[in-house]
């Protein structure tokens, strides 16, 4: 389980994470999503141990990640924004590199190093400068994965890859998830974070708009679609609350009205996301 509870950020006095709070359990993945300056990489710095919070918390399994920073940072893989490889050395020989590091015995590492490359279609001996971007993107996923972390923190995993690509890297990262890793990536494309995530946090100048499940939050945006005759005429109207549905189901029986149909439409997470552009949290 892993807890962020009340972080702050400040970068002198500027205030880029204000009081952010939410958790995520084993097996969960949850999505970051929040407009440009957010606070989304913040965020996932201090996660990993790079950003210390100005004020806050952060427990892996109950533990206080800066009392214990060596032992958690083992168990984290992070993907950070942008990637940083070196151009001479063949995804396997870089790979082997970060394993050295992380201390994981040979033979393990040489096993998880070609499962690692398989799974994500990545050449064995190519040099990694001779890269495609997609290529160069998977095989730093690749390199969060040689330790086998319980943690893995993504930087916008799919920023700037092509669809196909960016398909490709949501699915293998919510497949981590059913893995039983405990995920959280942030990105800008939402179709994205809506095929991958269970939970989700919207964030919008350091604050929290909404923390909790995707399907709980869709839910509670869905509206009713209700089609109707009085006499000759047809009228559609849209309702956020049932009980309005039920007062308009009222009238038309009074007024010898005919319903149509009546139809629930579930918002994509897209049109969530601008109807809580107001910056409103509505997590209160
Ligand atoms: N080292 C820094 N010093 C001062 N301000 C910073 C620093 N890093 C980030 N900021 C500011 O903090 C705010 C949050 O930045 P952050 O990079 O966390 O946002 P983000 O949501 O990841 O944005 P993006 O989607 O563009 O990557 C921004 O206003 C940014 O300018």
């Keep these: 389980m892993l807890r962020a509870i009340d972080l702050t950020k400040k970068y002198g006095e500027f205030l880029a994470v204000n009081g952010i709070s939410f958790e995520v359990g084993k097996g969960e993945v949850l999505g970051v999503i929040g407009e440009n300056g957010a606070g989304k990489s913040t965020t996932l710095k201090m996660l990993v141990g790079l950003l210390t919070p100005t004020s806050g918390e952060i427990q892996y399994d109950g533990r206080n990640l800066f009392e214990n920073l060596n032992a958690i940072k083992r168990k984290i893989g992070y993907l950070p924004e942008f990637d940083a490889l070196y151009d001479n050395l063949n995804a396997k020989e870089y790979l082997r590199v970060f394993a050295e590091i992380y201390g994981v015995d040979a033979d393990t590492a040489e096993k998880r190093i070609y499962e690692l490359l398989e799974t994500l279609n990545l050449p064995v001996d190519k040099p990694v400068g001779e890269f495609s971007k997609g290529m160069k993107?998977?095989?730093?996923?690749?390199?969060?994965?040689?330790?086998?972390?319980?943690?893995?923190?993504?930087?916008?995993?799919?920023?700037?890859?092509?669809?196909?690509?960016s398909m490709f890297v949501t699915e293998y990262v919510r497949d981590l998830g059913k893995q039983g890793k405990t995920v959280v990536f942030s990105a800008h494309n939402m179709f994205y974070v809506e095929s991958a995530c269970?939970?989700?946090?919207?964030?919008?100048?350091?604050?929290?708009?909404?923390f909790g499940e995707l399907d709980a939050l869709r839910d509670r945006m869905k509206k009713y679609i209700v089609s109707y005759r009085i006499g000759e005429?047809?009228?559609?109207?849209?309702?956020?609350?049932v009980r309005d549905v039920n007062r308009l189901l009222a009238e038309i029986t009074e007024n010898g009205g005919?319903?149509?149909?009546?139809?629930?439409?579930?918002?994509r997470l897209e049109e969530i996301y601008f109807t809580l552009t107001d910056g409103k949290s509505i997590m209160d």
């Design 137 to 165: 993107r998977k095989l730093s996923i690749a390199r969060t994965l040689v330790h086998d972390p319980e943690y893995l923190i993504y930087d916008e995993p799919t920023s700037g890859l092509d669809p196909s690509t």
């Design 198 to 210: 269970d939970l989700l946090l919207i964030i919008k100048k350091g604050r929290v708009l909404y």
């Design 233 to 241: 005429r047809e009228f559609e109207d849209v309702f956020e609350d």
């Design 258 to 267: 005919e319903i149509i149909s009546i139809e629930t439409r579930v918002p």
